[in-house]
Nanobody
Framework: QVQLVESGGGLVQAGGSLRLSCAAS????????MGWFRQAPGKEREFAAA????????DYADFMKGRFTIFRDSAKNTVYLQMNSLKPEDTGVYYC?????????????????WGQGTQVTVSS
């Protein structure tokens, strides 16, 4: 089993930045692919970013490229999502996900473990 705990969400003005954190425990962190998904009010959960266990292979949703960066710190068993130039449409609950697979995936069904989510609200 893997436990994931997100933190770092909050209220920020448009153009601002936030860094989300996801701390993993319960299984060797270095073997996990880690991903971030988000769910806006009234919408389906959507892929944001993912990184493989070496921290080398990453994948981003198109709307995040150039603004968001995913990276991991294996010493802290933590994956981060650095979000810059935030927009009101980035508002939603951000979820951390993990799975023991070789490559990142943009599909939520490919992730076995999920955190509880952290709320991000971007005001205009």
């Amino acid at each position: 089993q893997v436990q994931l705990v997100e933190s770092g969400g909050g209220l920020v003005q448009a153009g601002g930045s936030l860094r989300l954190s996801c701390a993993a425990s319960g299984r060797t962190f270095s073997s996990l692919v880690m991903g971030w998904f988000r769910q806006a009010p009234g919408k389906e959960r959507e892929f944001a970013a993912a990184v493989n266990w070496k921290g080398v292979v990453t994948d981003y949703a198109d709307f995040m490229k150039g603004r968001f960066t995913i990276f991991r710190d294996s010493a802290k068993n933590t994956v981060y999502l650095q979000m810059n130039s935030l927009k009101p449409e980035d508002t939603g609950v951000y979820y951390c996900a993990a799975d023991q697979r070789p490559l990142p995936s943009m599909w939520s069904r490919d992730y076995a473990y999920w955190g509880q989510g952290t709320q991000v609200t971007v005001s205009s």
